[in-house]
């Protein structure tokens, strides 16, 4: 398997954000902690302390939900390790956080928690008197079931049908029987790795009782050997943890305004990548998740009937802390209340929306975590690289647009020079002697001369195109070769990272696809990996 690499900048798919960030720009400097580099994590450890009796609650949940999810910890010493060292001093966490995908949904949810693994990795070899746990924090609270649903395999979209509504987390797992009979239907044309998959997705997806325990089995299966630990928000203790947060949020509504101001100072250069609400949380029961909102001297959950008195809801929230679910601006001031976390590990749209929460933290006196772009990957198979290779392309190419890409390579395969500059350099020299002549006599006529060239000019435009046309029809075998690169790797025109689940790589190498990942990226980067077979 070859290993190439092209900075993210030259790829064209990441915002002006995200490239400011990585360059370190002046014009974002404000909105973050701690600049993306290793040598900074030893200010990180310094400032972020978090008292023996918020980890003992940490170690404990978490403990106590693997127990839940049927996942006895002996088996998995690794894990059982790392939370334990959770309880100690010299223990610090680097998190990435991700929606409970079906099958892991995307490439990039895997690639998130190997990014997340590896810097645990090279944090230790730096600071071997520490410890450094990886956390992947299930989203399990969020209530937007067509975001998780579905996943992709060999560009078919394998769909979960169910009508529950609320957590996803909580959701129980009727009907996945159907999405497993669908997905081996489809398994059945590739034999490699087939019962592999076949089995984690039965294990995981009929064996459990909701998505929650589903999905932790499943990620713990492809992640316990290097001490992941997967954490569930959706939680008591934790979320006691957090009650004098949530009690500021619904008193002053703070998060909002401080969100606003930031978002006032970002938006001058950078694209706004959420909005608050007055009151960032969710009321979460059953079925239930609402946005809390304030009416007069009440609290109303939104599109409901439930509402509280000021006195009812402190009561509410101190009795029954579960109740409370934070959205996306408090989630992640959760996340750092309660996690002895040195860096939070995500995309460039997560990314996006962390920075306009720098004031919140400071408001609230929690440290910022450092921010770091997730690592990005391209698996490019046997029939793929042969074509890439026998077209001569590089990298920089092939992330170009498919119609630029096909120009290119037909004006770089051909003798000809199909741009047909000698001749529009003629013509120009030819107005240029035409221009000095009829100065002498009139220099009105330049105006009009100069009409004559653009049009000339123009014409050879249009012949240079049905030139590069025609001889694009005569080298068809390989502008098909572009086309299959370009619609296999970009599905539907996107990244592929974005699209494909992992299975459709996993087919092919089994293990070896984790195993190669472990062994190649590395953070921070500025890089884009592609992966040649």
């Not at 127990?67 to 610090?92: D, G, H, M, P, Q």
């Not at 995307?106 to 590896?118: A, H």
């Not at 979320?239 to 305004?257: D, G, R, W």
Request: charged residues 25%.
């Amino acid at each position: 398997m070859e290993v190439e690499c092209i900075p993210f900048v030259k790829t064209g798919y990441f915002s002006k954000i995200i490239a400011d960030y990585l360059a370190e720009s002046d014009s974002i400097k404000e909105f973050y902690e701690y600049s993306p580099q290793l040598a900074s994590f030893a200010t990180a450890i310094e400032n972020k302390k978090t008292t023996l009796e918020t980890r003992s609650v940490l170690s404990a949940a978490i403990d106590s939900q693997y127990k839940t999810a049927k996942l006895k910890l002996e088996k998995y010493e690794a894990v059982s390790r790392n939370i334990a060292l959770l309880k100690e001093e010299n223990t610090f966490t680097v998190t990435t956080g991700h929606q409970l995908c079906l099958f892991t949904g995307p490439l990039y949810f895997i690639y998130k928690i190997v990014s997340t693994i590896n810097l645990c990795k090279q944090l230790k070899a730096i600071h071997p008197d520490k410890e450094f746990v990886p956390i992947y924090w299930m989203a399990t609270e969020d209530h937007d079931l067509a975001e998780v649903n579905h996943f992709y395999f060999k560009g078919e979209k394998i769909t979960w049908n169910t009508k529950q509504t609320g957590a996803v987390g909580r959701m129980n797992l009727e009907g996945m029987d159907d999405v497993f009979e669908e997905f081996s239907k489809y398994l059945v044309d590739y034999s490699n790795h087939a019962e592999q998959l076949k089995t984690l997705f039965r294990n995981a997806y009929l064996k459990h009782n909701n998505l929650a325990d589903a999905t932790r089995y499943l990620v713990n299966e492809l992640f316990h050997e290097q001490g992941l630990v997967i954490l569930d928000g959706d939680d008591r203790d934790l979320k006691s943890l957090f009650v004098p947060i949530m009690e500021a949020e619904l008193k002053l509504e703070i998060s909002s305004k401080k969100v606003d101001e930031t978002s006032a100072k970002l938006s001058k250069q950078y694209k706004i990548q959420v909005n608050p609400r007055e009151i960032n949380l969710f009321y979460l029961k059953g079925d239930t998740r609402n946005r809390i909102v304030k009416s007069g001297d009440f609290y109303e959950v939104n599109e409901t009937t439930i509402r509280f008195t000021e006195e009812e809801i402190f009561e509410e929230l101190k009795n029954k802390p579960e109740n409370f679910s934070p959205n996306v601006i408090l989630r992640p001031i959760y996340e750092e209340c309660i996690l002895p976390n040195l860096a939070y590990i995500g995309g460039g749209g997560e990314l996006a929306y962390w920075f306009q929460l720098k004031s919140t933290f400071d408001f609230f006196s929690i440290p910022m975590p450092m921010l770091l772009l997730r690592n990005s990957v391209m698996w490019m198979d046997n029939k793929q690289h042969n074509f890439f290779k026998s077209l001569n392309l590089s990298l920089e190419d092939l992330f170009e647009p498919q119609g630029d890409l096909t120009k290119k390579w037909v004006i770089a395969s051909t003798k000809e020079d199909l741009t047909l500059a000698q001749e529009k350099a003629a013509i120009e020299s030819v107005y240029t002697a035409l221009a000095s002549k009829l100065a002498a006599i009139d220099s009105s006529l330049s105006e009009h001369l100069k009409a004559k060239q653009t049009k000339h000019l123009n014409d050879l435009d249009q012949v240079s195109e049905k030139y590069i046309r025609t001889v694009r029809k005569q080298a068809e075998v390989e502008t098909r070769k572009i086309n299959y690169l370009k619609t296999t790797l970009y599905p539907n025109g996107g990244l592929q990272e974005r699209k494909d689940n992992f299975s459709n790589v996993y087919m092919a190498l089994g293990a070896e696809m984790i195993e190669l990942l472990l062994g190649e990226l590395k953070l921070p980067t500025s890089d884009f990996t592609v992966f040649k077979a």
